[in-house]
Structure formats: C-alpha cells, structure tokens
Nanobody, 124 residues
Framework: EVQLVESGGGSVQAGGSLRLSCAVS????????IGWFRQAPGKGREGVSG????????YYAEFVKGRFTISSDNAKNTVYLQMNSLKPEETAIYYC?????????????????WGQGTQVTVSS
C-alpha cells in the first residue's frame, strides 16, 4: 500500500519559517517524482515544488523561488520542504503527491498518489 504522510505544519507569523516533511512508503522512491501542492480555502490546488530521481530534477513555482527549498533523504524515503519568509496568503493545506517518472505536472489530477495534507497558517 502506498502511503504519503505529511507533517510539520503549524501556525507562524508573517516572515516566519516552517519545514514540512513527507514520508513515503510502498513505492520505489527513485522511480517517482515527489511534489508539494497547496490548497487555500475556496481555491484550487496549486503546485509549489517537486523533486525527482534522487534530487537530480527540481521544480519551483515562481512565487516560491528564493524562499522555499525542497530536498530529499533517500535513506529515509522522505522529502522536505523548507519554507522561509512565509506570507499570510500562503495559508493553506499543504499536500505531498507522487507521480511515476521524472515529470512535473501542474495539473493535480495527473498525480498518482496523495497524502492527507498538513495545515499551514500564516498570520499577519
């Protein structure tokens, strides 16, 4: 059974930092791209960042470049998202997802597996 389990969400003030973790099990880590998406209330799910093939391929949405860093610990089958300089408009549920191969897909419907999400709240 494939499982993606997010952790690390919480509440911070604007300008603060959080580190999200996504623990992956039930699939061959190197064969998948792991991505982070977020969904704010009343909005669609948008892609934030992705990593594939042991960190060889990286993707960042324009609105997080320079502030967020994605990384992976292959020994632990875990992907991390370090989020710095957080803004109130980035309050959302953050999800990790997995898709076979070395691809980044903007469309959330193209991803194979999803975690349950972790809440990030940024106050002004």
């Amino acid at each position: 059974e494939v499982q993606l389990v997010e952790s690390g969400g919480g509440s911070v003030q604007a300008g603060g930092s959080l580190r999200l973790s996504c623990a992956v099990s039930g699939l061959t880590f190197d064969d998948y791209t792991i991505g982070w998406f977020r969904q704010a209330p009343g909005k669609g799910r948008e892609g934030v960042s992705g990593i594939s093939r042991s960190g060889g391929g990286l993707y960042y949405a324009e609105f997080v470049k320079g502030r967020f860093t994605i990384s992976s610990d292959n020994a632990k089958n875990t992907v991390y998202l370090q989020m710095n300089s957080l803004k109130p408009e980035e309050t959302a549920i953050y999800y990790c997802a997995a898709v076979s191969g070395e691809h980044w897909y903007t469309g959330a419907n193209l991803w194979d597996y999803w975690g349950q999400g972790t809440q990030v709240t940024v106050s002004s």
